[in-house]
């Protein structure tokens, strides 16, 4: 998986609970996302970086918040964890915009009770 | 409001016969068109990918085909083979790299 780690790859929490989900990557890549991935949906852009402490949001970002204080490691974080939230959870990477490959790391399976 | 529309949700085809999966889109300014593979239980992976200067894209068994009037591009694998069971994404990014995916169509290859 080019170098990407997520952790944890599984958890189950309760709503209303705080979530801190990492992404952490060893390929110096500039750019950093995350996903959600939900049957009918495909993946879903939550936040995205650019750059160290440099991030902007995707397309379902409500309810998540983002922080990259340095270049290998993406935190995403639930503030309050709600059942709607439950997904699989994929952190990317790529070393620039467009044609460069996204690569994937191998998820985070999330179920809030 | 999914930008980029696929179909079918999932097909089943015979080993040896061609899988064909369709997207289209409707953003004029997406300008690279990424097909993702992924089996189960791990991330997507990149698999072929084209741009709309080109009509079609050949790798191996896997040929993209792109219609930029229709704004529809497909993905064909020819001799469809048991290992190439797994989930498609389509997407579809434009010159930010916010990437666009679609919903997904699982394809199941029976021996």
């Known amino acids: 998986d080019a170098g990407i780690t997520q952790s944890p790859r599984h958890k189950v929490t309760e709503t209303g609970t705080p979530v801190t989900l990492r992404c952490h990557q060893t390929?110096?890549?500039?750019?950093m996302y995350w996903y959600r991935q939900d049957p009918g949906h495909g993946l879903r852009l939550i936040h995205y970086?650019?750059?160290?402490?440099?991030?902007d949001k995707g397309e379902v970002s409500d309810g998540y918040s983002v922080s990259r204080s340095k270049t290998e490691d993406f935190l995403l974080t639930l503030e309050s964890a709600t059942s709607s939230q439950t997904s699989v959870y994929f952190c990317a990477i790529s070393s620039g915009r467009q044609e460069e490959t996204q690569y994937f790391g191998p998820g985070t399976r999330l179920l809030v009770l | 409001q999914q930008q980029v529309k696929q179909s079918p949700q999932s097909l089943i085809v015979q080993k040896g016969g061609i899988s064909i999966i369709n997207c289209a889109y409707e953003?004029?300014?997406?300008?690279?068109f990424p097909w993702y593979q992924q089996f189960p239980g791990k991330g997507p992976a990149l698999l072929i990918a084209?741009?709309?200067?080109?009509s079609e894209k050949k790798e191996g068994r896997f040929t993209i085909s792109f219609n930029k009037s229709a704004k529809q591009f497909s993905l064909h694998i020819m001799d469809s083979q048991p290992g190439d069971s797994a989930t498609y994404f389509c997407a579809a990014t434009d010159s930010w790299g916010k990437f666009q995916f679609g919903a997904g169509t699982q394809v199941v290859v029976t021996p």
């Open positions: 953003n004029t300014a997406f300008d690279y």
């Open positions: 970086s650019y750059g160290v402490k440099d991030t």
């Open positions: 390929e110096n890549h500039r750019y």
């Open positions: 084209i741009r709309p200067d080109v």
